[in-house]
């Protein structure tokens, strides 16, 4: 059981016609989730991540291609996947008006739960998010970090085994977003959950998710963990510093020498971008001490997911957001989203909140 798959896509497609132009912003999505896992979706505004979270929650229906979300067909058994996932969208999730408590209560009632159990699991969510001291207060009247708090335990009410979080730490601040990230962490090891997010911190993904999908232009580019992803596709950049231009202009030779990685100088030093540069680094000084050539200063940067994105598409994700609407990201900011990647349109969702 603790392989089997939770979510299955195959050939998930999603086209949109604007002003007579059909354009897609999914292509061909394929992939599966284990139970358990953690997975980060990123890729810049517009790159149809938010499109696809809507495909797989059943919000929006696909062009082409089926999927299967907790073992039930996305197409075919919609209601049976809408009763066993939660999903936390950009908007806050609660009614304004409404205590956060009340709000969990009701959310249990659309789920069918009795009194007795909602009551109870309304608890135990203000006990493990952290929300006893805020519970009686109204929606409106909580800060950033708490409505997102409540977002979650929202998505969480019916105990689903899988959560749809779409940019959830968007807008907070620092500390805000690390405890909310400590409340995710302390979900899934208390129960399990299998988390599937999109976010465009990617430290985020970097630190916390066990498995990295990066999407462009509709489509998923790289899928592995972000060690592997940084190993094989970046690599660390090394940097030495020399006296003079002449040393430096020496010393390429010195270091080519160790590395199939292009070497490069750049005034008076020498640069390179090569995996596992942390044991590359002091072979390179000693290789260049040997050779009569002083090391005057040697960095070693580890690389980040930006740089696997930059190394996949020639440009970074800052790059590849700029100008673009983030409407894809934040459906709800016209009626009728925009997908920035390709200029294509979609109906935005309901702003009734989190799995109503």
Known sequence: MANESIIQAQGLTKRFTVKGKTVEAVTDLAFEVARGELVAFLGPNGAGKSTSLRMLTTLIPPTAGTAKVVGFDILKQPADVRARIGYVGQLTSGSFSQRARDELLSQGAFY?????????????????????????????????????????????????????????????????RANLWQHIIDLRAQHGTTVFLTTHYLEEADRYAERVMVMDRGRVIADDTAVRLKAD??????????????????????????????????????????????????AAVRALDAADLTVRTATGVPPTLDDVFLALTGRTLREAGEGESESDDDPDKSADAVD????????????????R
């Open 233 to 282: 596709l970046a690599g660390d950049v090394l940097t030495f510093g020399f006296a003079t231009e002449t040393d430096a202009a020496a010393a390429v030779a010195v270091v080519q020498r160790l590395t199939d990685r292009e070497v490069r100088r750049a005034a008076a030093s020498v640069v390179l971008t090569a995996p596992e540069g942390d044991a590359l680094l002091p």
């Open 340 to 355: 920035a990647a390709s200029g294509t349109a979609e109906p935005a969702p309901e702003k009734t909140g989190a799995n």
């Open 112 to 176: 069918g739960m009795s009194k007795a159990a909602a009551r109870t699991r309304a608890d135990e969510l203000i006990e493990s998010l952290d929300l006893a001291g805020f519970a009686t207060r109204s929606v409106q009247q909580l800060s950033g970090g708490q409505k997102r708090r409540l977002d979650i335990a929202l998505g969480l009410m019916h105990a689903p085994p899988l959560l749809f979080l779409d940019e959830p730490s968007t807008g907070l601040d620092p500390q805000s």
